[in-house]
């Protein structure tokens, strides 16, 4: 029997009153636990994007500051070849940036393909606070940071251009992430009035289309927040974690139960399932207001750096296949 529009409604309000109850104590039991503050981000150059975030959070600033000033460190570090300045350019030999930031309470700002700013993140954080949109790209994402005041500055530095001429020396197409070309940073952190934010920031696969976005600016792939679960950050192949709306789906998990890591898990067996992994690394990051935290990639490698308690750690993320 074919049941109509409002038959559908009412069933639909019954069954999300049945299944809002437990989402309602969850979010309030997340909203009353006690905070305590915590910074996890990717990669071992997380460790000293930690430390700076740390400062932010023992000085009573809010995760945000946080969270924004720690992934500054890795943007403006010319050794890190995927973040910012230094990062490794396209296959045109041009340094684009993707970047965004989110808070708890659900707003977010956002940049891809933006060129010759230092700062992604900092542009991501003004289009979220003084525009009504969430994501500005390539010329527009330019002209409203020059107008915010930031300055154009040449992201090429002479190591990244040398490995760039190279690799195309060597008459390579195809970008794949291997142990040299990944590096984005994703943070989330936890401050001492319990709110959570998270960035995440890169220049994206080394060797790129011209034009090309990965999942790094892109909210629920790159990165998601909600403070009534936690959040998850994602690096790695960008396409392949754009398919699962890897970050949001990690979220949701933890909405239903799962911890961190065993999100972070069930988000890399469905890439695993469905995609042509050859040669890939996909990692994804996960803190929830428990105060657990989790990691899990497709390969051994992936690393992440975790502040708490005063001290910063480098750990190893658990992974699907050891090669
Ligand atoms: N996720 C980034 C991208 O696809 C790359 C990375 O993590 O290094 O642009």
Redesign the pocket.
Known sequence: MKSNRRDFLKKSALSTAALSIPTVLAAETARRMPAKPVVVS?WNHGMPANKEAWDYIINDRTALDAIEAGVKISEADPRVS?VGYGGFPDRDGKVSL?ACIMTGEGDCGSVSFLQHIKHPISVARKVMEETEHIMLSGEGALQFALKQGFQMENLLTEEAKKRWEIWKAKGNPRSI?NGD????IGMLAIDRQNRIAGACT????AW?MHG?????PIIGA?LYVDDEVGGAV??????A?IKVVGSFLVVELMRQGFSPEEACAEAIERIAKKQNIDGMQVGFLAINKSNQHGAFALRKGFQYALTIDNETYLKDSKYLIEE
């Open positions: 990717t995927s993707d992430i070309n990944h590096d984005t890169t220049s994206g696969l790129k090309r976005v990965g999942d790094s790159g994602a690096t790695g192949v960008g396409e974690v």
